[in-house]
């Protein structure tokens, strides 16, 4: 079984052409919790399978979490499978890739800068409340996509400088919270400067926090947008893995939040052949 293995901006995963290796998409679950467990086999934020399209796209990604659910969608997963599918020759420059949350749109920047346009938010909530550990904290809901992938965003202020034990207790606190019955990613951020941030997301599949999430990323700049604390033009945010770039296009009637575009580096880490004598298929 060929694998290759990718990262974007710290956001790893592995990725198999299921149009060569035709896997049944019932073990794909399992698969995905084995060969994504660090230590114990090639080891991944995720799984993403490239398959056959069935809407129009040039081709479909199935997006499966670490612990074997499956994603809606991953927006770092999203811009390296653009690559991908560009070096593979499955689609152009600009491609169509049909995700479980809906149509993304993929362009290639140059040899190793990719865009995608994030799904749609289909929800947005700004400045709800929450109580966690007795504290009342301020977040705001987003989902993209149909269906929704959820993300709560929260300002720390000195995120950066704050324990870190203390960000995973809170990050798990909300993940689970009732509130959010499908579970979210929590993407906690702060604001270091004119369309500058920092941010962190404690990632709902992985259960702790990744090197980065596109999702969250882009949530956390759409609701910023909203609350115009941030231009939506170009804004920078530093993630443990590196740094991405959102664009926002805004609804001319209204003013509202509606096209989110991601932009960042891929890498191709490795390519070669699953060999895991452990892995039953």
Known sequence: MKFTKMQ???????IINNMEEKLSVEKLGTLAKRICTRRLSIG???LMLVDAPTEGGDYKMRFYNADGSLGEMCGNGARCIARYGYEN????????VETTAGLVIGERIDERQYRIRLNDISKINIDEKITVDGIERTYSYVELGNPGLPHVVMEIPGLSTMDKEELRHLGKELRYNKKFPKGANVNFYE??????L???T???GVEDFTMACGTGTGSVAAVLTEKNLVSGNDVHVSVPGGELFITIKKDFKNGSV????LTGPTNIVAEGVVTDEELLL
């Open 191 to 196: 604001i270091t400067g004119r369309d500058i």
């Open 44 to 46: 991944a934020d995720g």
């Open 89 to 96: 020759g499955l689609a152009g420059i600009t491609q169509r």
């Open 258 to 261: 509606k096209d989110i575009f």
């Open 198 to 200: 920092t941010e962190l």
């Open 8 to 14: 974007g901006a710290g956001n790893d995963f592995i």
């Open 202 to 204: 404690y990632e709902r």
